[in-house]
């Protein structure tokens, strides 16, 4: 299969699975979207949450076995994928805004399970959550705003973000930069495409300068958006070829603001209200890891031994944890892994979907 062969946004990689779509609208006026992917009913539901840039594709990509039909053949035949604000399925991203994290763990994902508990009822339900996902997700669980959560799986971060040294500077710099110098209000892959000498044009040729390690400029882009390194968001080898070439189909444009607060919870040592005065976040908690003792939802974290993105950083939440809630939380290394490529890693259902399958069995029972 050829990146010309894969259309985008395509449910093309879900086979024998009846296809529902629930769109539904936020307390703050967003519409937003859950795909649900069924063969049966089944007692253990599981909802997918993607990152920042990306959307519900990077569980349901059709050139290799993906996240959702594995867990649909291990006998998970109840899977839902939300998109979210973040997503790259919406406008929002290109869009003038300030939306933090905060936004997402008070109005998406409260109404996102508002959906699904009216659909499946008291049954258990399993989140598996990655990037900027997971540290909301797992926000919106520590703060309460959600509710019911059997088990959770974290890839990459959560609550303790930690990031290179490089990446500090480009969230101290890189988005009042490219707002108010650049001119630019969110940054994107597809910049290499856009008409020669404009903006974007200009600062992906200039991304490109210093990164030597392929001929994908959307590539370029994604370690100039997500990490330090070349590449950043992945090991090359752990991509099939078409996967690497369609990379700004799967990891598509982000506004900015979300970095501010990225950056916030990085010199915090961990997540944080962004504005901790502003009288619309007062359900939230000024320090979502306060309460960590009293989360009793059982917390699988994915750490990538080769994360240029997020570095350590489950690996020192779960510390954390096992002082709060020693034995409840697991932490699984994934030796050989990038940020991005235990999700859409051509031997992830290998590699990585087992040890998610096997968390969430062992807590369906």
């Not at 009822?121 to 959560?149: N, P, W």
């Not at 970095?259 to 915090?268: F, G, L, T």
């Not at 002082?323 to 050989?336: D, F, Y």
């Amino acid at each position: 299969m050829t990146q010309t062969t894969i259309p985008r946004r395509t449910l093309e990689g879900v086979k024998d699975a009846d296809v529902t779509v629930y769109p539904f609208a936020t307390g703050d006026g967003l519409g937003l979207e859950l795909t649900r992917f069924g063969r049966a009913e089944c007692d253990d539901v599981v909802l997918l949450v993607h990152g920042l840039t990306s959307a519900s594709d990077v569980f349901i990509m059709p050139e290799h076995q993906n996240l959702a039909t594995h867990l649909l053949d291990a006998g998970f035949t109840d899977v839902w994928a939300l998109d979210f604000r973040m997503s790259g399925r919406f406008p929002y991203d290109t869009e003038t805004h300030r939306y933090t994290l905060d936004d997402i763990a008070l109005y998406d994902f409260p109404a996102a399970l508002e959906v699904i508990r009216r659909e499946i009822g008291d049954r258990r339900l399993h989140v598996i959550a990655h990037c900027l996902g997971s540290v909301s997700f797992t926000m919106a669980l520590f703060a309460g705003t959600v509710t019911g959560i059997t088990s959770l799986t974290c890839n990459s971060v959560s609550l303790t973000p930690r990031v290179p040294w490089f990446s500090k500077l480009k969230l101290s710099l890189g988005p009042t930069f490219l707002e108010y110098v650049a001119g630019l209000p969110y940054i994107d892959p597809r910049f290499g495409e856009a008409p020669a000498f404009t903006r974007g044009w200009m600062l992906s040729r200039m991304v490109s300068l210093f990164h030597r390690e392929c001929d994908v400029r959307a590539c370029h882009m994604q370690s100039f958006q997500w990490g330090a390194g070349k590449p950043a968001m992945y090991e090359h080898e752990n991509l099939l070829p078409v996967t690497h070439e369609r990379v700004a189909d799967i990891c598509c444009a982000s506004g900015l603001h979300y970095y501010r607060h990225v950056r916030r919870m990085v010199d915090a040592g961990r997540s944080v209200k962004y504005a901790p005065n502003d009288p619309k976040y007062a359900a939230l908690p000024k320090d979502y890891l306060a309460g960590a003792a009293d989360v009793t939802t059982p917390l699988l974290l994915l750490a990538p031994e080769k994360n240029r993105v997020f570095a350590d950083s489950n690996i020192h939440f779960h510390k954390i944890l096992e002082r709060a809630a020693p034995g409840r939380h697991e932490l699984a290394v994934l030796p050989g892994y990038g940020h991005l490529d235990p999700l859409i890693g051509k031997n992830s259902h290998l590699d990585v979907f087992p040890l998610v399958v096997d968390f969430l069995k062992r807590h369906s029972a």
